[in-house]
């Protein structure tokens, strides 16, 4: 049974909050889910592609490191959640364009007041065209409207400005609602400008890129160690999902 707990409106449309036993839920003015967590442990990812996304701490050494990650789009701030509470040494700041969904996130998911951890109100373009260059080691995007994703994730301008921000060592973890065309200007410059691409298709939709700035220095064991341990350590099933990434060859 689904309970409506809360409804508002601002200058992009409707956002309604509702819960399912002990599952809460953000939505826009449309059935699909933009954010979901569970109430008594609002840490853990409940979305396939949210685990998908985290598997990009395995591209960086994120353990008892102080790194700066930026996260494009709020939502209900389940992976904020996750990060900051597996990971509270990481120096996040997120990016959300509806200063009511930031407010929806803190009153009602729970979405912790730190010290490490800064949410602006802002445009994610506007926002990565102003970051400093080779700032971000990792940058999560996740941007999504009501009807689905941000026109501002496909364009190519957007990831040049990523790749721009992101360190000698970043990684750009992108999450497509489908894996775009590999002749569109998105693929183009993606492939043009990363040196090492994988993708992970999401059971029943869903595509995430993660995307390298330079060559990965460490061989496949300890690419397979690492994804072991960031499983063990947040108790979610990453190993399934690490499987199934795969190098983008077009």
């Known amino acids: 049974m689904t309970k409506e707990l809360y409804r508002t409106e601002d200058e992009s449309g409707l956002i309604v909050v509702t819960e399912q036993a002990d599952k809460r839920i953000l939505s826009f003015a449309s059935d699909l889910q933009q954010s979901c967590i569970y109430k008594h442990k609002p840490y853990y990812l409940v979305h396939e592609y949210t685990q998908i996304m985290l598997l990009g701490l395995v591209f960086v050494k994120a353990k008892n490191t102080a790194l700066n990650v930026t996260i494009l789009g709020l939502g209900g701030g389940g992976l904020v959640q996750c990060l ?4 509270s040494q990481l120096k996040i700041q997120v990016v ?3 200063q009511a969904v ?3 996130a803190y009153e009602w998911f729970y979405l912790p007041e730190v010290k490490s951890l800064h949410v602006h109100c802002a445009d994610a373009n506007d926002y990565i065209k102003q970051t400093k260059p080779a700032s971000i080691e990792l940058l999560l995007s996740d941007l ?3 009807r689905g994703m941000s026109e501002t994730q496909v364009q190519a301008d957007f990831i040049a400005e990523c790749y721009k921000a992101l360190s000698d060592n970043g990684w750009m973890v992108i999450n497509f609602h489908s894996l775009p065309e590999n002749t569109s200007p998105v693929m183009k410059a993606i492939k043009s400008l990363f040196l090492e691409v994988y993708v992970c298709d999401v059971y029943k939709g869903n595509w995430v890129l993660f995307c390298g700035k330079t060559k990965l220095s460490f061989n496949k064991s300890e690419f397979k160690a690492r994804a072991k341990e960031l499983a063990k350590h947040v108790d979610m099933p990453l190993m399934y999902y690490f499987k199934q990434l795969k190098k983008y060859r077009g």
Do not use: K, T
């Open 84 to 87: 900051q509470h597996f990971y």
């Open 96 to 98: 959300e364009i509806r």
């Open 102 to 104: 930031i407010d929806i």
């Open 144 to 146: 999504y409207e009501a």
